[in-house]
């Protein structure tokens, strides 16, 4: 438990037994991490807090089905009353966060009986595959490329990749999801005779999980390997290579344990932001390829105005995104010994 | 051997590097200039932009056929026939114009959005980096807490609340807002740092020289320096928000029709994407061409005013 | 003779960029013999790091060795295999770098740094390098060694760092050590520290020591020989006391101006010398120091500097007009007008500092 000289005494105020504690590395994580969680609390609140305005903001209520048959009033005031709906809305609110904390979100409007927290169940195992799969791609193909990039600079290599990663980020989700679908489901199919295709949809097989999982895992790949390229070449510019060249290492030993470990430190940072762009993107592809995952439930209770199910959703939504943040902040700090604590 | 002469003062032919000083701004358009990717992007913005504003005139002269009213002569062709160069969508409407009506949307919301961001971003900013202290720290734990909101469903939740009846441009207002309101941050943000650094380094020769206020100076120093950096921010800005736009109408729950969009566009092609599938394939790559293009223009500018590049 | 430890001859190192060739090595030629400490001396720019690289064959691109050899111990460097320079660096002549804290892997911890170096070669096996290594930092006077080696760079001091470089540098034992401006990064009292490592190290170890630098008291107090090298070339070599007390060229009689000495008269003021290094891909007709050179006559401006050649035992220097051969009133002169052009200078600009030590 070596204490830095110089450091100012943050002991001062805790019994000595604590302080000594807190002031080691360990200690100090364990409290960083504490205050991180605490922090996650005010966030999922005040987007439970927006959502919920938002959606009490809206004209008309649930029950208008556009284009289909107005019910009456009194089925309405009974719909009303089941759901609380007559209460104010303060009311309504603070009965809404008993509930979440009790890991009730309420009953689906347009899904009669079922609750919320059951659709998401349902929803979840696709998301989680299709994410997962794209994870297991990004991680190796984006770092890969950006790494091979930036070692070749300024030949065909680096070239091709790079402008693969421009196209493949300029590209919206539903473009290429899309696309692909044109290509490999009916354009193969046609060329093919049938013999040879891709599902547009559905799922089952374990051929349906390629093209959404690449749909979705194209984009952060495109942009892990920009990043990784652009922060591999400013590490190969510094001092510390050099000195390693200058000690008689192998190029293996140079680029793994000197480049790499230093320049991947920044792209491990965006892991958290590719993560929550997984979720959101999922929404699009879940659509595109009409998957039944919780994204294209979400856009379903978006349309048909479900309140409780896009309040569901929309925490879940945040709580993810915000652990993985936190995850990432921690693993961060393993990976870098410079960052302080404080 | 001759007699060695002190030199006086620094011979006729001056060794040393003499710099030009070149403005900022030729210096970073002959940058710019030289990327021809970035004059690509350029020149596909601008065919866009005119193509926005002359197709309605082009429809009025019946030189483009009607994107609105359905024909029922060809419905879901494939190019080439019966003269429509890109085909008919599933109410017999030509494909080509309904393509270039719908670049209206897509332009008119890339391009607007960024004049709403701007004013909120540099006020937030501004007001962050000069008043400094607790407002600071509130405006920043503020903008944290935003960040935490992924922007798209931030958007969807909002225009799904707020729709708005009449015709495009009107509906176009909430769709704006939620935009808008996801996108403010980033440029919130540049334009603090910016002013936490003139700060630094104005507030000193203003508390010496007295004399105008120290806003008036920020002010005045901001302008210059982090013009670059602004408009690289907004740059980018337009893509995103051309492809949320996209999103929304994809989801349709952007525009509503009879106004074509892109979105929707792919969104119907993909429902007869067996029997059709050109009606997918031509308004994917325009939205995927506009994005590139932009893309390229943000890239483009953002090497030409880099200040660490040198000639 | 017997065969020399390291000899350059001709090296020519050259820089293709868009803006023109930089010849920032233009043939040079020297030695260093088994145990000595040559001083290489210029200002920033001046083609020593360079030269240095090229030794080690670690010359960045867009840069390239055109022609010459590099002779260690009769193998030429330039012709070797990449496994073969692998193995000479490090090994046989290792180089420590002038800013420790950036020359230094931050997210590895010391130990393993100075670890791998011997490790690299297959001479150490791990058992053994590791106890070495704190046997090393003891021996450059780390406290504490024991436990800093599982600190990072940034747990160190500068000077401490600049220790932990000089042990990686000498943990294979080479035969000569490359040291580029090691205590110019370096507090002042630091420094002095440094030096006096140094030496004792030499002292106890005989390593060969191409020591560069621009400070002049460095090289007085470390070196035997010492070379001058103005814009890619060697404008004057010899022993150490002879350069100092009668400096040929007037390159290294301006440097030796510009820096402060115990042996000279109070009065006699630091001036700096006037100009710019030269621009290699644009140099300046003629002798390269010409626009700059106090003495300098018609004939300067006109033919290329001469070739080196012998003006005291073992003293060689290249110059049209050797300061030997120029008048004292003219030296009076000269120092006259280079301190009045300091003091318009210190006029213009209040807060400029004068000829002063290049940090970083």
Same mark, same amino acid.
């Given at each position: 438990?070596?204490?830095? =000289? ?63 048959? #107005? ?20 009311? #309504? ?59 070749? #600079? ?70 892990? =390997? ?11 510019? #510094? ?28 792209? %491990? ?13 999922? %929404? ?54 410079? %960052?302080?604590?404080? | ?128 980096? &000069? ?15 935003? &960040? ?54 104005? &507030? ?108 | ?26 043939? !040079? ?38 022609? /010459? ?8 460097? !330039? ?152 814009? /890619? ?128």
């Amino acid at each position: 438990m070596a204490v830095i =000289a110089g450091r100012p005494n943050r002991g001062a105020l805790l019994p000595r037994r604590l302080a000594a504690v807190t002031d080691s590395r360990v200690g100090s994580l364990a409290v960083y991490v504490i205050r991180r969680v605490l922090w996650m609390i005010p966030i999922v609140f005040f987007v439970i807090v927006i959502t919920f305005v938002l959606m009490h903001s809206a004209q008309g209520s649930p029950w208008d089905k556009a284009g289909g048959r #107005q019910l009456s009033q009194v089925v309405v005031d009974n719909l009303n009353k089941k759901y609380g709906l007559d209460k104010p809305v303060f009311f #309504q609110f603070l009965l809404y966060i008993w509930n979440v904390l009790h890991f009730d979100f309420g009953l689906s409007y347009q899904y009669q009986g079922k609750s919320v927290v059951q659709l998401i169940a349902e929803g979840w195992p696709y998301t989680a595959t299709i994410g997962t799969l794209a994870f297991a791609l990004i991680v190796p193909l984006g770092i890969g490329l950006g790494v091979l990039a930036a070692l070749r #600079q300024n030949t065909r290599v680096d070239y091709a990749t790079m402008g693969f990663a421009t196209f493949a980020a300029s590209f919206p989700n539903f473009v290429i999801g899309s696309l692909m679908i044109v290509l490999f489901s009916v354009l193969m199919y046609h060329w093919t005779q049938g013999a040879f295709f891709l599902p547009a949809g559905g799922w089952g097989v374990d051929s349906h999980l390629i093209m959404p999982a690449i749909t979705l895992a194209l984009l952060p790949i495109a942009y892990t =390997a920009r990043l990784t390229r652009a922060s591999t070449l400013e590490t190969l510019r #510094q001092d510390y290579i050099r000195t390693a060249w200058a000690k008689g290492l192998t190029e293996r030993l140079v680029v793994i344990r000197h480049v790499l470990k230093n320049s991947l430190i920044p792209v %491990v940072t965006t892991l958290g932001p590719t993560f929550a762009f997984l979720i959101t993107g999922s %929404v699009i592809v879940e659509t595109v390829f009409s998957i039944p995952g919780i994204g294209r439930a979400f856009v379903v209770a978006v349309t048909s105005r479900d309140y409780p199910m896009i309040l569901g959703t929309t925490v879940l939504f945040s709580v993810v995104i915000a652990v993985a943040n936190l995850v990432v902040d921690i693993l961060y700090v393993f990976i870098d010994p410079r %960052v302080r604590l404080t | 051997m001759a007699i060695p002469v002190a030199a006086s003062e620094p011979a006729a032919i001056d060794w040393e590097v003499s710099e030009h000083q070149i403005g900022l701004w030729q210096d970073a358009w002959t940058r710019f200039r030289r990327n021809r990717l970035a004059l690509v992007g350029l020149a596909i913005v601008v065919f866009l932009v005119v193509v926005a504003l002359i197709s309605p005139l082009l429809v009025r002269l019946h030189i483009l056929a009607d994107p609105i009213y359905q024909q029922l002569v060809s419905i879901e062709t494939g190019p080439g026939v019966n003269g429509h160069v890109m085909g008919t969508d599933i109410l017999g409407r030509d494909t080509l114009s309904r393509l270039m009506i719908g670049s209206q949307v897509s332009l008119t919301v890339g391009l607007l959005v960024q004049g709403i961001i701007f004013p909120i971003g540099l006020a937030i900013g501004l007001a962050s980096g &000069y008043f400094g202290g607790r407002i600071d720290n509130l405006l920043m734990r503020f903008t944290d807490i935003w &960040y935490a909101f992924p922007d798209l469903l931030f958007v969807l939740v909002v225009v799904s609340v707020w729709r708005v009846q009449g015709p495009w441009y009107i509906q176009l207002i909430p769709i704006f807002g939620a935009i808008a309101l996801v996108n403010w941050v980033g440029l919130a943000r540049l334009v603090r740092g910016q002013v936490l650094s003139i700060k630094e380094k104005e &507030y000193i020769e203003a508390a010496r020289s007295s004399g105008s206020s120290p806003l008036k100076l920020i002010l005045k120093h901001l302008l210059p320096n982090s013009l670059g950096p602004i408009i690289v921010t907004l740059t980018f800005g337009i893509p995103n928000a051309i492809f949320l736009e996209a999103v929304l109408s994809f989801l349709g729950v952007g525009i509503q029709p009879p106004q074509p969009t892109w979105g929707q566009m792919v969104a119907d092609g993909t429902e007869a994407i067996y029997a059709n599938p050109s009606g997918v394939v031509f308004p994917a790559l325009a939205i995927g061409f506009t994005l590139l293009a932009f893309s390229f223009i943000g890239d483009g500018l953002r090497d030409a005013l880099d200040p660490r590049m040198k000639r | 003779m017997a065969q020399r430890l390291l000899e350059v001859k001709d090296l020519h190192t050259q820089f293709f960029t868009s803006r023109g060739v930089v010849r920032a090595v233009d043939g !040079v030629t020297f030695h260093v013999d088994a145990g000595e400490t040559l001083g290489v001396v210029g200002e920033s720019g001046c083609g020593k790091t360079m030269t240095a690289l090229s030794i080690l064959r670690l010359i960045p691109d867009p840069g390239r060795i055109t022609s /010459g050899q590099i002779l260690f111990r009769g193998r030429d460097v !330039v012709t070797m295999t990449d496994d073969e320079v692998r193995e000479f660096r490090g090994n046989d002549v290792a180089m420590i770098f002038q800013d420790p804290m950036t020359s230094l892997n931050p997210v590895t911890r010391v130990g393993t740094q100075i670890e791998e170096a011997m490790t690299a070669h297959g001479r150490f096996t791990d058992a053994i390098a590791r106890p070495r290594v704190i046997e090393l930092l003891k021996r450059v006077r780390v406290p504490a060694a024991e436990s800093r080696i599982k600190d990072y760079p940034h747990q160190f001091s500068g000077g401490m760092r600049q220790r932990a470089m000089i042990a990686m540098g000498l943990s294979n034992e080479p035969a000569m050590l490359i040291a580029d401006e090691p205590t110019t990064a370096l507090d002042v009292t630091v420094q002095a520290q440094i030096i006096q490592l140094m030496k004792q190290l030499n002292r106890e170890l005989g390593t060969a020591m191409m020591l560069i630098t621009h400070n002049m008291a460095l090289v007085a107090s470390l070196c035997q020989r010492i070379v001058v090298m103005y814009a /890619g070339r060697i404008v004057e070599e010899g022993p150490v006391e002879q350069i100092f007390k009668s400096p040929q060229h007037p390159y290294t009689w301006s440097l030796l101006r510009s820096v402060p000495r115990v042996d000279e008269a109070r009065k006699d003021r630091l001036v700096s010398i006037k100009g710019l290094p030269p621009d290699l891909s644009h140099p300046p007709p003629g002798c390269k120091f010409h626009p700059r050179c106090p003495f300098v006559i018609d004939k300067c401006k006109v033919d290329p500097e001469p070739e080196l050649q012998d003006v005291a035992q073992n003293q060689i220097a290249r110059c049209w007009v050797l300061m030997r051969n120029v008048k004292e009133e003219d030296i009076e002169a000269a120092k006259q007008s280079a301190l009045s052009r300091d003091a318009a200078a210190k006029l213009k600009a209040p807060t400029a500092e004068l000829g002063g030590n290049p940090r970083g």
